[in-house]
């Protein structure tokens, strides 16, 4: 079985125990803006590109894009892992379209502590897109081996970007979604969860 087996965030639940809740813990006031080198070549693919035209548009000219920008800041400790996969076990098992880890002690070829999963969602169904991206998160917590230590996840269909964060056997999910339409207020909430897999610790506030 693998993480695309899981088809909505009910079922993935409901195999793992895992409880729901609902609180923003990254602050939609956040303003972080983006380098201009970014935001030229950005206004460049979307001019001359059909960015939303296909899923492999979306991720190789939107997500892709946008996780580098952001990650850049952190990248002496933190990789950013494309097409990855990652595995706990024969059901918790799969390639997540991204993840940031720690950086390993033996080099940029081996995968470090994974803490941050990245899921497409595909022709836009956020319920699939979580399912996937909470048994990802599921089975990094596994391979962490401590479940009190947060396991971010961040599911978009590129223009939407949703965020989500298991502890224990409790998911959270970001009331407030972000947009591509507020580039500063999307970079704001992606830096907040860099900053708390740094601080290592929920990224606002805590439920």
């Not at 909505?8 to 990254?26: A, C, N």
Request: with cysteine; net charge negative; proline share 5%.
């Amino acid at each position: 079985m693998a993480f695309s087996d899981f088809k909505t965030l009910t079922e993935v639940q409901k195999r793992f125990g895992i409880k729901d809740s609902e609180i923003d813990f990254v602050e939609a006031d956040k303003l972080l803006n983006p380098s201009e080198h970014f935001l030229q070549g950005f206004a460049f693919s979307r001019q001359h590109l059909n960015v939303f035209r296909s899923e492999a548009a979306r991720c190789e000219a939107v997500i892709y894009p946008i996780l580098l920008e952001s990650y850049k800041g952190y990248a002496d400790n933190y990789m950013l892992w494309i097409r990855e996969p990652l595995a706990y076990d024969a059901i918790l098992s799969g390639t997540p379209d991204y993840f940031i880890a720690t950086r390993s002690a033996l080099g940029k070829n081996v995968v470090g502590t994974p803490l941050v999963m990245v899921v497409e969602a595909k022709k836009n169904d956020f319920e699939l897109g979580w399912g996937q991206c909470l048994a990802a998160m599921i089975a990094a917590q596994k391979i962490n081996e401590d479940a009190a230590f947060p396991v971010y996840g961040i599911v978009t269909d590129g223009m939407f970007w949703r965020l989500g964060k298991l502890v224990g056997d409790t998911f959270w999910e970001n009331i407030t979604p972000f947009s591509l339409g507020d580039l500063p207020r999307l970079f704001g909430a992606i830096d907040a969860v860099f900053k708390a897999v740094q601080n290592g610790s929920p990224a606002t506030a805590a439920p």
